[in-house]
Structure formats: structure tokens, C-alpha cells
């Protein structure tokens, strides 16, 4: 599997497809496992999806991080890969990833798909975060943090079915590059020290954000007014998506953002 070596840390990310590049970001918590219903329906693109610090087979869990570095990790693999543009997509921190790599490096990135994103400081979410820990932490943790992580990401329809929750942890548990508690703690200290420093006023390339209609985790409305500033916006809402709209509503976002970068070719 393809690595680059920044810096004393071994970056992994998988590279499918054929055709123009799209860079796709992680949120909190996941990993580039987390677009795999999306990538084959992205079968036209040349598919870039980089593991995070802290998350994957990116080695060592430990090593420094901070949205600056983060950043400038994409876009060191894209170097690495000889991509000189590119269109980006993320989901959730992903979401500010792609703002934030379009902040120092504009003339690169054609377009920005952004996920159930929101670039306001919601307290509640590090509450969750620490929560979840704290489960996680407890008797039976590994399996009981994903019970109780479901509810916040996944969309009505997903507990339909009463075996789809036990289905899924049952996967996640074996899956074998599963962030460990220890790397969770890591992220998430860095997640509430995070600092954005892009200029969305300045960003005027073309910029579509997805919000999914029962995001509990990130609310719409609670979202919209920290991308109201981006001079070329795009919002649409994903029916029964909550905030992992890749799994919630694969083909719709799929629909979004083959029709976005198609308008906006590089």
C-alpha cells in the first residue's frame, strides 16, 4: 500500500481510478475507510484518500498534529502524486480541511465539496467526544462507544432494522486499522485546540457544502452561517442523511459532486 514519509511520519493513502484528481478528507474519529461506498460510483476520477494523523495505517499514532499539519500533509501526498490541482471533498473536519488547504494553496484547488461540515465552534461536540471516551474507557468499551456513537451520525433509517447497529459494530470491530483509544484521545485534544485561519471572503472558488437534513451532530442550522461569507457557494440538503452522509445517502452525494466538478472542469 502507497506511503510518503514527511517528516518522521509515514503518510498512507490509497490511490483508485482514472481521470481528473479528487482529494477526499476524513472527519473526526474515521479514517479513508470512510469513503468506501462513495469511491466506486467515483469510478471517472482519479480517487486520492489520505489517512489522517492519529487515524489509519498514518504512522506513528502519536505524532504532532494540528490543523496547519494536517494540511500541509494533503497537500505534500498530491505533490508527492505530481497533481498540481486538484478538486477536494471532505467530510466533516474534512470539510474545514478543504477550506483551510484552499486558504494557503488557492490557485490549486478547482473545487470544494464540503460534508456535514460546520465552521462554528459547537461545544457540544467535544462533549460528545469526551463522552464517548469515557464509554469507551468503561467495561465492554470497544463495543459499547460505537453503540452510542450511531445515534449521533447515522440517519433515522439506519435503526430500522434492529440488527443494523449490531451488524455494523460487528464490522467496525473487525476492521484491522481501527483507530485506537489512545490515538482517539490524541485526535481529540487536537480537535478542540484546532485553529481555522483561512479568509473565507477571499475564497472565491466555487464551494458546495452537503448539509444532511437530521445531522444531529452538526445541525444545518446551526452550520449555515459559518459558510455564508464564501463569495461562490452552493448548499444543498440530503433527505434522511444525518451526519455520515456518505453511508446515509451514498448515490446522492455522488449525484453532487460528479455534477459540481463537471461544471467546474480542471
Excluded: C
Excluded at 482517539?184 to 466555487?206: C, E, N, S, W, Y
Aim: glycine residues 8%; without cysteine; hydrophobic residues 50%.
Amino acid at each position: 500500500m502507497p506511503d510518503l514519509v514527511r517528516d518522521g511520519v509515514s503518510l498512507h493513502y490509497e490511490i483508485e481510478g482514472n481521470g481528473p484528481p479528487v482529494l477526499l478528507l476524513a472527519g473526526m474519529l474515521s479514517d479513508s475507510a470512510t469513503w468506501a461506498p462513495l469511491v466506486p460510483l467515483l469510478s471517472n476520477y482519479t480517487v486520492v484518500r489520505v489517512d489522517n494523523r492519529a487515524t489509519g495505517r498514518t504512522v506513528p499514532w502519536d505524532a504532532p498534529v494540528d490543523m496547519a499539519v494536517m494540511v500541509a500533509d494533503a497537500l505534500a501526498v498530491m505533490d508527492h502524486l505530481g497533481f498540481d490541482r486538484f478538486h477536494i471533498a471532505g467530510h466533516s473536519m474534512g470539510g474545514l480541511m478543504g477550506l483551510e488547504i484552499a486558504g494557503v494553496a488557492p490557485a490549486r484547488v478547482t473545487t470544494l465539496s464540503i460534508m456535514a461540515s460546520g465552521r462554528v465552534r459547537m461545544p457540544r461536540i467535544a462533549g460528545v467526544f469526551d463522552a464517548l471516551t469515557a464509554v469507551r474507557e468503561g467495561p465492554e468499551g470497544e463495543t459499547l462507544w460505537l453503540r452510542a456513537l450511531y445515534p449521533w451520525i447515522f440517519g433515522s433509517a439506519f435503526f430500522e432494522a434492529p440488527e443494523t447497529a449490531a451488524l455494523t459494530v460487528e464490522a467496525a470491530l473487525a476492521y484491522p486499522h481501527a483507530q485506537s483509544l489512545a490515538a482517539m484521545k490524541h485526535q481529540i485534544a487536537m480537535f478542540k485546540g484546532m485553529r481555522l485561519v483561512a479568509d473565507l471572503t477571499t475564497l472565491t472558488l466555487p464551494v458546495q457544502v452537503l448539509y444532511g437534513e437530521e445531522d444531529v451532530l452538526v445541525p444545518p442550522a446551526a452550520a449555515q452561517p459559518g459558510f455564508a461569507p464564501l463569495p461562490n457557494l452552493t448548499e444543498h440538503w440530503l433527505e434522511g442523511a444525518g451526519h455520515s452522509v456518505v453511508w446515509d445517502a451514498t448515490e446522492d452525494v455522488a449525484h453532487h459532486v460528479t455534477t459540481f466538478t463537471a461544471k467546474h472542469p480542471i
